[in-house]
């Protein structure tokens, strides 16, 4: 399995436009996680999917993300509009149980 | 607030020495933790995990200490070597699989 697949690697967008961050789990884990990581704040979850239900969505910051898992093998996170403070890594990451989550590369969002 | 404590942003080890990465936590329902370890332009990849019924868990050079009563775990390295130099996140769950890092300590090991 190539593990957990992120696009793109990096965004630049201008303020108020629309965002979408894509996520291919690795095959046969029922768990996936969307997470920020910024410096003031470190590794924030979003929000994460079980068996591709939303199960928890308190850590998304604002009305202005969204997310959704039409299917097990494909995840978008979506940003709009965008503000330049949305700027930040974001990954996605998949699991099977507790033996840990993976990660994918991230996408580095800057938003200007 | 944070559940999940590093305290050191970061650590400086000579190569061949031992490293000891710290973390606390507040949530006394945690019952599983994990390290993981992160490059530059990477997502953090899994090291290393403890079960609260356990007080330690080895895997080669890294060794994982858990103190329940203390709610305090520690990642032990050795030797330490200059490609163990990464970021390491603490992290804990907490009967669900959602995971609560730390921030982070970047560690650097010195040839």
């Known amino acids: 399995d190539a593990g957990v697949i992120q696009s793109p690697r990096h965004e630049v967008t201008e303020m108020g436009q629309e965002v979408t961050l894509r996520c291919k789990p690795i095959?046969?884990?029922?768990?996936l996680f969307w997470y920020r990581q910024t410096m003031m704040r470190g590794l924030e979850l979003l929000i994460y999917?079980?068996?591709?239900?939303?199960?928890?969505d308190s850590g998304m910051p604002e009305d202005r993300f969204s997310a959704k898992m039409p299917n097990a093998s494909f995840s978008n996170l979506k940003i709009q509009p965008s503000e330049p403070r949305d700027s930040a890594v974001y990954f996605c990451?998949?699991?099977?149980?507790?033996?840990?989550?993976?990660f994918g590369q991230g996408t580095r969002l800057t938003v200007v | 607030d944070q559940q999940v404590k590093q305290n050191s942003p970061s650590l400086s080890v000579q190569e061949g020495r031992i490293s000891i990465l710290n973390c606390d936590y507040t949530n006394s329902m945690f019952d599983y933790f994990l390290w993981y370890k992160k490059y530059p332009a990477e997502g953090p990849t899994f090291l290393i995990s403890i079960s609260s019924i356990k007080d330690k868990n080895e895997d080669g050079r890294f060794t994982v200490f858990l103190n329940k009563s203390a709610k305090h775990l520690s990642l032990h390295i050795v030797p330490s070597q200059p490609g163990d130099s990464a970021v390491y996140f603490c992290?804990?769950?907490?009967?669900?699989?959602?995971?609560?890092f730390g921030k982070g300590t970047k560690l650097s090991v010195i040839p």
């Open positions: 990451a998949s699991s099977k149980g507790v033996s840990g989550a993976f």
């Open positions: 992290a804990a769950i907490a009967g669900s699989y959602q995971l609560t």
């Open positions: 999917f079980n068996n591709n239900v939303p199960i928890d």
């Open positions: 095959s046969g884990h029922d768990y």
